[in-house]
């Protein structure tokens, strides 16, 4: 499924930081939806709920559609995500060999 150079230890970091990537940018996306509720960005699936989304993808193991979702989120909203995050997040996706059209500004 993934590269043999990802134990299960090495998946479980990435679990996380795509959990705890998640959390921010659903945080940021609930702070934007107080601040701004007619933001253009609660008219995209998958963005107020996205957390629930990337647990389910996590819970069936399916780490490079929780990767790709985490960065739907990050890319599809008005957010500030740290760019720093968002530039890992795209590198491992890349090195797991799940395919993002999204790119870094």
Do not use: W
């Not at 599809?76 to 090195?95: D, R």
């Amino acid at each position: 499924m993934y590269p043999a150079m990802f134990k299960k230890s090495k998946t479980r970091d990435i679990e996380a930081l795509a959990r705890e990537s998640c959390d921010l940018a659903q945080s940021m996306i609930a702070d934007l939806r107080q601040s701004d509720p007619s933001n253009e960005t609660f008219g995209q699936a998958g963005l107020l709920n996205g957390k629930d989304i990337v647990s389910e993808y996590l819970d069936h193991g399916e780490l490079g559609c929780a990767l790709s979702h985490v960065l739907y989120m990050v890319h599809e909203s008005a957010i500030s995500f740290p760019k720093e995050k968002a530039v890992e997040l795209h590198e491992i996706a890349k090195t797991i060999g799940e395919p993002i059209s999204y790119v870094i500004e």
